[in-house]
């Protein structure tokens, strides 16, 4: 109870302290928050690679803008937007159920590029290179061309993800990640099935990539293929390293980093700088600090309190 009225605390900060442009910042970084913690179930739990989760942000921003051109509302758009992204997912999970690793990254790398061709080459259909305008979601009196209530709208499957990825650890199969994670054979041994519990995070991962496409296209009102591309999935990648792999709010924590951080280099006049910096900290954080922001913070607070750490002389 205490962690969900200091969430809420927290959620109701930016539209009270922020102009609308800041708002409107915030709205996107529930986005990648979702987006973030779809791709910390598959590696930062299941210990899979993947890097097309930013593609399956485009199949949901895609199938937005398809689906909304048809005057569609969002409960339409929001239901076509995760079956579509179940059958992408499958479409590619399946046939690679047996790989991990770097073999896995390279399929999921060949999938998103394979997403990027088809996008640039549709231009009737998905408006190629040139991106397209998505219409807003209209919920209520809410309007996501506004900031509060993009912010607002957004706030809700937000709350709802993030409740369902904190459930998740709870669970059978939260278990079932875990041990996949730290080893397939003895997870396999003692009768985990690794590889549906493999494909299952897949799916689950999909699906919240493809929410937040969803979210991402009606916030921003505009996509394109460089939003998609494998760069943004790097990025992705990093918030979940930075942020703090295995952890729901390690995938806030890297969400807002990706969102936020970039924006204050433009602001400052150095946007170039930014891919120096972000680079150099990712390097730190993968030598010194593996359990990223959540680790440090966890470490600073262990110290505080006086509680050893149980790793503390062990070799």
């Known amino acids: 109870m205490t962690r969900v009225v200091a969430f809420i605390a927290i959620a109701a900060v930016p539209p009270l302290l922020f102009d609308d442009y ?21 590696y930062g739990r299941t210990g899979q690679m993947s890097l097309a989760h930013a593609s399956f942000m485009g199949v949901g921003a895609y199938t937005t803008y398809l689906v909304g051109s048809f005057g569609h509302g969002p ?16 479409v590619v999970a399946v046939p690679t159920l047996r790989l991990s690793g770097l073999r896995l990254a390279l399929v999921t790398l060949a999938f998103g590029e394979l997403l990027t061709w088809w996008i640039r080459n549709t231009a009737d259909l998905t408006g190629g290179t040139q991106g397209v305008s998505v ?36 669970t059978q199969l939260g278990r079932r990640m875990l041990a996949v994670r730290d080893t397939e054979l003895a997870a396999e041994s003692v009768g985990v099935a690794v590889a549906r519990t493999k494909i299952t995070a897949f799916l689950i991962s999909a699906v919240y990539a493809g929410v937040a496409g969803w ?27 930075i942020g703090g792999a295995g952890t729901v709010i390690g995938a806030w924590l890297g969400a807002a980093y990706i969102v936020l951080v970039p924006e204050l280099f433009t602001l400052a006049g150095q946007p170039n700088l930014y891919p120096i910096v972000g680079g150099a900290l990712l390097a730190i954080v993968a030598l010194a600090v593996p359990d990223g922001i959540v680790g440090l913070g966890r470490g600073a607070w262990r110290r505080f309190k006086g509680v050893r750490d149980p790793q503390e002389g062990v070799r």
Not at 76 to 81: F, K, P, R
């Open 22 to 42: 800041w708002v409107f910042m915030a709205a996107q970084v529930l986005a990648f928050a979702i987006a973030t913690m779809g791709l910390d179930v598959l």
């Open 75 to 90: 409960i339409v758009q929001l239901s076509a937007v995760a079956a579509v992204s179940l059958i992408t997912a499958l």
């Open 135 to 170: 219409d807003p979601l209209v919920i209520g009196r809410l309007d996501s061309s506004q900031p509060l209530h993009a912010y607002l709208i957004a706030l809700v499957p937000a709350v709802v993800a993030t409740a369902l990825a904190a459930h998740l650890g709870r």
């Open 215 to 241: 979210l991402y296209a009606a916030i921003t009102g505009f996509i394109s293929p460089p939003d998609f591309d494998l760069f943004a999935s790097v990025y992705l990648f990093v918030a979940v390293v």
